[in-house]
């Protein structure tokens, strides 16, 4: 029963780093998507993929990329860390793109310093 | 573009006080609203969708398009209600849901 999971919880990056964040999905949904949520915010779009094998950018996709390596998972990299992605991040999944129901992951807060 | 405002940051009410979280929206097309709530440490779900015109853990939301508002009303606050709350937009046409800043509801003793 373990829906949306997301790897790591936490993590601490210096400026320049790289880093991965994975994220898997075990309901056999078609869509996955990484937000952002900052305070005063809320949660902002990175990056989805509305099914396998494509990718498509959100409404802050800088200095983020993105891979569905198959249909279970869905990672997010930051190639040169910034102190602007100190975060935390959601991945999401939901059976088809844009479907009313949205199952999210426990997140990741990342500290960039 | 489609935009969701969530105007109150923070909601402290009295258990037992009525609640009433706000929400407005932009967009051209037609919408369809949700309300998130995230518990302390728990994820992010669900509460409830404007389409279902359903009542979850006695909440409600009613879509007035005149006024573009999806507001979320309890009539009577429980202390298990104190969570995040997070309003959202999904546009036709299948896009990704849209959410606002959010707002705390802190319900006292």
């Known amino acids: 029963n373990a829906g949306v999971t997301q790897t790591p919880k936490f993590q601490v990056l210096k400026t320049g780093q790289s880093m991965t964040l994975q994220c898997a999905q075990d309901?056999?949904?078609?869509?996955m998507y990484w937000y952002r949520q900052d305070p005063g915010m809320g949660l902002r779009l990175i990056y989805y993929?509305?099914?396998?094998?494509?990718?498509d950018k959100g409404e802050v996709p800088n200095g983020y990329n993105v891979s569905r390596l198959n249909k279970r998972e869905f990672s997010l990299r930051l190639e040169s860390a910034a102190p602007s992605q100190t975060s935390v991040y959601f991945c999401?999944?939901?059976?088809?793109?844009?479907?009313?129901?949205?199952?999210f992951g426990q997140g990741t807060r990342l500290t960039v310093v | 573009a489609q935009r969701v405002t969530q105007p109150e940051k923070l909601l402290s009410v009295f258990k037992g006080a009525p609640v009433e979280l706000k929400c407005n929206y932009s967009?051209?097309?037609?919408?369809?609203l949700f309300w998130y709530v995230q518990y302390s440490r728990q994820r992010l779900q669900l509460l409830l969708r404007?389409?279902s015109r359903e009542s979850i853990k006695g909440f409600t939301a009613d879509l007035n398009k005149g006024e573009t508002s999806f507001h979320l009303k309890k009539p009577f606050a429980q202390e298990e209600d104190s969570a995040m709350y997070y309003c959202?937009?999904?546009?036709?046409?299948?896009?990704?849901?849209?959410f606002g800043s959010g707002t705390r509801l802190q319900v006292q003793p």
């Open positions: 309901m056999n949904h078609n869509s």
């Open positions: 999401a999944s939901s059976e088809v793109f844009g479907e009313l129901k949205a199952f």
């Open positions: 959202a937009l999904s546009g036709t046409g299948r896009r990704a849901l849209t």
């Open positions: 967009y051209s097309g037609s919408p369809e």
């Open positions: 404007h389409i």
């Open positions: 993929s509305a099914s396998e094998g494509t990718t």
